[in-house]
């Protein structure tokens, strides 16, 4: 980690409360320790106004940022919590309107795009809400926690037809993913046939009830499984797929049967087949909140990364190794574009769905929906 590196983080912890700078520690769940955006980035050509409701993750803040990197302009927001509030106008400042209710903001016409991230199980009504209320919404992932509230989105998409995206940030905001991604689209390794993915994270301190109640956050392959789940489908290029065997078990916390700390599954789609292992076993002598890493096997070569720690080798994240029919190469990633704002505020404003395919964001969802219902549960806390 380099000198400015060091100065941006000291300066984000002087300003967090000793809550959120613990989680932000130990858990990787708190504003990202770059300064807020000012603006959009160069070259955005779209402007739109968007309000956020629901501050109950810190995703929140990156959510935001890659609005405002994008062009998207903030103009209300609304939080019941006044330590919420006060972090997140510590972030973005006093400019925009603190919203008394989420009604006022729902109602305001010239708010066309509602960011959300509630707890889970809130997300899908908030989104449903928006869409409503004739704006489009960008929820946190897992944006939908139940088969039945995927039915009620799609319903809602077909009437209204707003866009319901969700920020599945592991690919779209992680700048090995992407470049990644673009690897595979010039034909690098060949036709991708599989990709496994291990995301171990940790849990840390400061965390809130819900994130131990499985009604509230789905479900471990509900909840970080979806990540892992558009990844796979996006790599593969599959449009259609199944769950082949899935499990989850609580192995570390007796006290709190609400909780799974382990899940995995298979997938099968008509581009590829996928292996995804989640977990909350990250050690603590690792100095980052998980080693997520991603394997994509092509016909012609493979990819992987290293998105958050190479350990024991290169400081920092997004690590990306290649072999192909050219040979074995490292790419540094840390500098790499993320376009997913500025294509997604264009998508907005245009019509389009260049950032993020709707029928391949909720396919990822009904994935792990589906591997969590079925999963089996071998193992339990002893």
Same mark, same amino acid.
């Given at each position: ?67 405002? $990197?994008? &062009?998207?302009?903030? +103009?209300?927001?609304? =939080?019941? @919590?006044?330590?919420?509030? !006060?972090?997140?106008? *510590? $972030?973005? &400042?006093?400019?925009? +309107?603190?919203?008394? =209710?989420? @009604?006022?903001?729902?109602? !305001?016409?010239?708010? *066309? ?270």
């Amino acid at each position: 980690m380099d000198r400015r590196s060091i100065l941006g983080i000291a300066g984000i912890a002087a300003m967090l409360p000793p809550e959120v700078l613990a989680q932000s520690q130990s858990s990787g769940n708190a504003p990202s320790e770059n300064a807020a955006p000012t603006g959009p980035e160069p070259g955005v050509k779209h402007r739109v106004d968007f309000g956020v409701i629901g501050l109950d993750h810190a995703h929140i803040y990156s959510m935001t940022d890659a609005m405002i $990197r994008g &062009g998207g302009v903030l +103009k209300a927001f609304h =939080s019941a @919590d006044p330590k919420q509030v !006060d972090t997140f106008r *510590k $972030r973005y &400042g006093n400019a925009m +309107k603190l919203a008394r =209710s989420e @009604d006022e903001i729902l109602g !305001d016409k010239a708010i *066309k795009l509602i960011v959300g991230a509630p707890i889970p199980d809130l997300r899908a009504p908030l989104g449903i809400r928006a869409m409503r209320a004739g704006k489009d919404y960008l929820g946190d992932k897992p944006a939908i926690t139940s088969l039945e509230q995927l039915a009620e989105v799609r319903k809602a998409i077909a009437e209204t037809k707003r866009k319901f995206a969700i920020m599945y940030s592991e690919r779209l905001e992680v700048r090995a993913a992407v470049h990644a991604g673009e690897l595979v689209q010039q034909g690098r390794i060949g036709k991708v046939i599989q990709t496994v993915n291990l995301a171990p994270h940790r849990v840390g301190t400061g965390r809130p009830d819900w994130f131990w109640d499985k009604t509230r956050y789905g479900g471990i392959l509900t909840d970080i499984g979806s990540h892992q789940a558009e990844q796979f489908l996006f790599y593969t290029g599959s449009k259609t797929a199944h769950v082949v065997a899935a499990q989850t078990g609580n192995l570390q916390w007796p006290d709190k049967p609400g909780f799974e700390d382990f899940g995995d599954m298979m997938l099968t789609g008509d581009g590829g087949t996928g292996y995804v292992r989640v977990d909350w076993f990250t050690p603590d002598g690792l100095p980052s909140w998980g080693d997520g890493r991603l394997f994509i096997l092509g016909t012609e070569g493979y990819i992987e990364l290293r998105k958050y720690v190479d350990i024991a080798g290169r400081p920092g994240g997004n690590h990306l190794l290649i072999c192909d029919k050219q040979g074995v190469r490292y790419i540094d990633c840390s500098k790499m574009p993320l376009p997913f704002g500025p294509q997604f505020i264009t998508d907005l404003v245009e019509r389009s769905s260049v950032a993020q395919d709707q029928e391949q964001a909720l396919l990822a969802a009904e994935l792990v929906l589906t591997a969590q219902k079925n999963a089996t549960r071998p193992v339990v806390a002893a």
